[in-house]
């Protein structure tokens, strides 16, 4: 608990992260309106957020390695308040498209560093979780304050400017936090370099659950409503408030797991948390009926909870001290939430929304594969890799 306090801006940082990761979607139809771009266009601005966030994953190493870890948090992390400042001007689309790419960058930032440093000096499975709750709480929040202060009258501007101040408050956190301190490295890491991970199987598990996992996440929160509009047996609203609804689950899921995972073994939590999703998954996409359809997406959202940052604590093991550790590991993750999309985007185009969501199958599979190669102990194939890859 002290160093949780210690470390307590990486939670706020967190909280103000998750409401600006949802306040983009939530102002896209009114920037439209004002600015008068088609959805084509609209859609390359989401594009873009979401490419900047990727694209942390390979500044964010490089700058570390020139400057400092504190220098290039401050800086990247100042992109934030300072293009949902310019965004709110509605500038010109080349602009827009520029500063949504700033401000996924500044997103990536907090995220790689947000994770690093409870990684590295706090180390539990219950503090990530806790980190990821408070994450869950601003998204689900700032729908909520953004349909008030609309409601109000106040303009779809207020919900901005409140997230510009929180993630303002943010940055000035992070002048505090003691970002280039030493990390105590286990016995067993001494004398490894900062590369070392790459040789590590285990890595490679990780981050190929956490790919899995953000696509068909990020498919659940873009293209489930137009999913169950296609089906037409639900309202919009009703389909909304549903997907507002998977983010209160994922709170109590999260809390939940952060309890269970000082008695539970994170492996073990892997697998019964890709395993309840696969299941939930198939009741979700195999059924028309309103109610097991909200029992399902109800269901997957509260297993959602636990893998990201289960995950990211798992591999957090490998990379303990390495920036560019963790920037892979997240860029590979968010790797994932890009292309997933898009693949089903295409299919839905071709094929029909139905269709393009089966599509997602795929990922539930490979995840739940993976995380029973993650949980059984020092299997051969791995044995085999690990030693090819350390061949000398």
């Known amino acids: 608990m002290d160093k949780i306090k210690k470390f307590w801006p990486c939670y706020y940082a967190f909280l103000a992260n998750g409401m600006m990761a949802l306040v983009l979607g939530i102002v896209l139809p009114y920037l439209i309106e004002e600015i008068g771009i088609n959805y084509s266009v609209a859609g390359s601005l989401l594009s873009a957020f979401a490419i900047g966030n990727f694209l942390a994953s390979f500044i964010n190493p490089i700058l570390v390695g020139k400057i400092g870890r504190k220098k290039t948090t401050v800086g990247l992390t100042l992109l934030i308040p300072v293009s949902l400042g310019v965004i709110s001007f509605c500038p010109p689309v080349y602009l827009l498209f520029v500063f949504c790419l700033l401000l996924g960058i500044g997103r990536g930032t907090v995220s790689i560093v947000n ?94 659950i956490l790919f899995f996992y953000l696509g ?119 790797l994932g939430g890009i292309i997933t999309p898009q693949i089903v985007g295409m299919v839905a185009d071709a094929l029909g929304m139905i269709p393009a969501i089966m599509i997602l199958v795929v990922n539930v599979i490979c995840m739940v594969c993976l995380a029973v190669i993650n949980s059984v102990r020092k299997p051969k194939i791995l044995e085999v890799i690990h030693r090819i890859l350390n061949y000398k």
């Open 115 to 208: 994770n690093m440093v409870v990684n590295d000096h706090i180390g539990t499975t219950a503090a990530l979780n806790l980190l990821h709750t408070v994450f869950a709480v601003g998204a689900f929040t700032c729908p909520l304050l953004a349909t008030y202060f609309i409601g109000q009258g106040m303009g779809w501007r207020a919900i901005v400017y409140l997230v510009m101040i929180l993630c303002f408050i943010a940055w000035l956190g992070y002048m505090r936090l003691p970002l280039e301190e030493k990390v105590v490295v286990s016995k067993k890491n001494k004398g490894q370099d900062e590369k070392q991970f790459l040789k590590n199987m285990g890595f490679y598990t990780m981050g190929g």
């Open 216 to 334: 068909v996440e990020n498919c659940v929160n873009g293209w489930f409503i137009t999913y169950f509009k296609s089906m037409g047996i639900m309202s919009d609203q009703y389909a909304t408030n549903l997907i507002s609804i998977t983010w209160l689950v994922i709170m109590v899921g999260r809390l939940l797991t952060a309890y269970l995972s000082s008695r539970v073994d994170k492996k073990k939590l892997i697998l019964m948390n890709c395993s309840a999703t696969a299941i939930f998954f198939v009741l979700l996409i195999s059924t028309q009926q309103l109610l097991w359809i909200t029992v399902a997406i109800i269901g997957l959202g509260f297993f959602f909870a636990g893998i990201y940052p289960t995950s990211v604590a798992c591999g957090g093991e490998y990379i303990k001290g390495s920036t560019l550790g963790m920037s892979l590991l997240l860029g590979i993750a968010a």
